[in-house]
């Protein structure tokens, strides 16, 4: 069954318009649900019925995605206020610090200026690196394991193969010492 072309206006029979009305609204709201998932898009949508009715997806809170709606509204890029501003330097002063702190730490998991560690310093750092090199055998135990195992299946084909190749040639000896035989005797 080939539809027709559907012209943009509104439906008069009121039962209908009620369909035509349900069904979008459950294509609408899965198609947001689709690309949300999809693409990991923040997806926010918002229905009112004829009646009134609340319809509504959003794929994290509603109310984060209107907030972040609001601030990216254009009256707000054309005159960010002294607010945003400070606040903006707050946070991008909180971020230097932040990053300040991990490359001083990852000096000290390096064994880098540990002269001005405490002792309890010095022992959550070897207890860290205890952990970290915990893991690191753990994984490269996993790995040697799996590779064991694709030896060990490799061993297999080619025994198996060698097993077929010594049946070949122990066929042609017999072969080759059948037919001198065969000249000799016969």
């Given amino acids: 069954m080939v539809r027709g072309k559907t012209q943009m206006r509104r439906i008069e029979n009121a039962t209908s318009r009620q369909v035509t009305f349900s069904k979008r609204r459950n294509g609408l709201l899965k198609k947001a649900f689709e690309l949300s998932v999809l693409c990991d898009a923040e997806v926010a949508l918002i229905i009112f019925s004829p009646r009134g009715k609340l319809y509504e997806f959003a794929s994290s809170s509603m109310q984060q995605t209107i907030e972040?709606?609001?601030?990216?509204?254009?009256?707000?890029?054309?005159?960010?206020?002294?607010?945003?501003m400070q606040h903006l330097k707050t946070e991008a002063a909180n971020m230097v610090k932040k990053i300040e702190l991990l490359e001083v730490s990852k000096r000290k998991l390096l064994g880098e200026g540990l002269g001005s560690c405490t002792l309890e310093e010095l022992q959550q750092i070897e207890q860290q690196l205890e952990r970290s090199?915990?893991?690191?055998?753990?994984?490269?135990?996993?790995?040697?394991?799996?590779?064991?195992?694709?030896?060990?299946?490799?061993?297999?084909?080619?025994?198996?193969?060698?097993?077929?190749?010594?049946e070949k040639v122990s066929l042609c000896y017999q072969q080759y010492f059948r037919r001198e035989n065969e000249k000799e005797f016969g």
Avoid: M, W
């Avoid at 972040?68 to 945003?84: A, F, L, S």
């Avoid at 394991?145 to 297999?156: F, H, S």
């Fill in 68 to 84: 972040r709606y609001r601030g990216h509204t254009k009256d707000n890029r054309i005159k960010p206020n002294e607010e945003n």
């Fill in 133 to 166: 090199v915990i893991s690191v055998r753990a994984r490269k135990s996993q790995i040697f394991k799996e590779q064991i195992e694709q030896l060990k299946e490799k061993e297999k084909v080619l025994a198996a193969e060698n097993a077929r190749l010594c």
